[in-house]
């Protein structure tokens, strides 16, 4: 007997294999048939009609910064009533497998726009591990809803080893017998099942909290050689290194690619990196930055993957709360400023102004912000007469510099004037390239972050309406069978994952998509109350007539708007997903002599 039939849906296995009208049996959490006959329903206590619709894997998302939002909501609705059935944290650095509550909230809260005291209360009342084995046996026992998977950060690692403030230093580096001891910790979170280590040389992330306010992150402060160390470990076990390096550094760049290289005489390293994009700012390096990780596998025997987000990255702000600004120096000192009072005083300054403007002129080297007020619309404010400007249309009215028009506003609204602009990703054809670039990951939505600036929870799911409105227009960038395995069963072959794929024997993660609701509804963003984090309004994702089921271990977990009773709270469906890699004994590690 079944406990679940899916009948007449359109059935693809995430492998990229050819599409067919199928019926899904599902026994046991897992897939039991698939086949093209009817299958017995009688005794079956759910069977769904899928006629003209789709039955696709659980898409799985490869960046997100769930850590502290998993501890007070394991059911992570927000991604899962998207298809979302698979999500990986602990990325750019930032994880809470070994750093206390303080220094993970003084790491966390800042760099990924999450409010400080919520996020210090959730780990000072749920986090109880002490190691990597402790945090996964705590997550794997939670009422979680989708699987998750996890890397270990570099800055907590750092901080754990060092104490944040020596870890933030720049006249310290970390000792002989600290290396190791950061070796000895990142081969025991592998040996417990986490996917790699995390890391960030991108200098524009920031400390949250009063003691070290405004340092960059730990990681940032790692001398190469700490990065072969455990480089080192992660080659030696087949694990991931994921990263954001600084891409106004050369170098940087550089060295990252050499370290994934194999070079015929070593295992690659496999590499994940932030981010392919097509920015605003810098227009050719969309095209650049695909080609190099091509070549790099091709020339150099990497193993090397850009992360993508594949949709036109939008972001709102209130007042002056917009991550990129942590890029420029003029802007920076405000969000150092917590006091609203003290940044009113400084944005009202000339000196100050004086100092945005030389930013705002200056074009090299690219930031992630476009530097165009133009290019920056009101869509809240007091003056309901501004609402739909932009800043330097306000500017061109006033007669005064955009940046002028910018500060005034800022300082006479606050936090209460809200504004959006894209800064990349804004191109189709640039979009429809990277989608078909080998070296090329469709993920990176930050899930679970930048709760107020942004939402791309349902990011596969409008990757695979832009791929089906190519077919139906009959301009093709990739087959829809190719869409779907690419935000399924090509991130979970890569990461490796038992998850993606929907064939006979495979757990049971899966979505029902309607094409009849991929419509407009998908770039829409809505707010939504977050209860957890004190009812702040985070954006979201709504467009429920596209996914009208998702099944989780072969459970319904949401269907028709409404998630099923239970869900997140009283069972879990989801698991915890450990690393799968060949296995290989850890060295002893010279850390005078490591190779690259």
Known sequence: MLDVIIRNGRWFDGTGAASAVRNVGIRDGRVA????????EEGCPTVLDASDRWVLPGFIDIHTHYDAEILLNPGLPESVRHGVTTVVMGNCSLSTVYSGPEDCADLFSRVEALPYANVLAALEKHRGWTGAREYVSELGSRALGPNIAAFLGHSDLRAHVMGLGRAVSTTEAPTDAELRRMAALLADALDHGLLGLSTMTSPFSRLDGERFRSARLPSTFAPWREYRVLNHVLRRRGAILQSAPNTAMPLNMALFFLASAGLGTRRALKTTLLTAIDPKSAPPL??????AATLSNRLLGSDLRWQHLPVPFEVYSDGIELVIFEEFGATAAALHLRDQADRVRLLSKDEYRRWFKREYRRRLPPKGWHRDLHDAEIVECPDPSLVGQTFGHIADRRRVHPVDAFLDLIVEYGTA???????????????????????????????????????????????????????????PFLSMERAVHRVTGELADWFGLAAGKLREGDRADLLIVDPAGLDDSL???????????????????????????????????????????GYGTARRTGRFLRARRSSRPVPVLSTHRESL
Do not use: Q
């Not at 048939?33 to 017995?40: F, G, Y």
């Not at 969309?286 to 080609?291: D, F, V």
């Not at 467009?543 to 099923?564: H, I, K, Q, S, W």
């Open 417 to 475: 004037i809200r504004w959006r602009t894209t800064i990349a990703n804004h191109r189709p054809a640039v979009l429809d390239m990277l989608a078909a670039d080998p070296g090329v990951h469709m993920g990176f939505a930050d899930s679970g972050a930048h709760l107020r600036n942004m939402a791309f929870y349902n990011a596969s799911l409008r990757f695979i309406k832009r791929a089906y409105d190519a077919h139906l227009a009959g301009r």
């Open 523 to 565: 770039a829409a963003y809505r707010e939504a109350p977050m209860e957890e984090f004190g009812g702040l309004r985070r954006m979201v994702n709504r467009n429920d007539a596209a996914v009208p089921a998702v099944f989780v271990g072969g459970e319904l977990v949401y269907r028709d708007g409404e998630f099923t009773p």
């Open 286 to 291: 969309a095209k650049a930055i695909g080609r």
């Open 33 to 40: 048939t698939v086949s093209a006959a009817p299958l017995p």
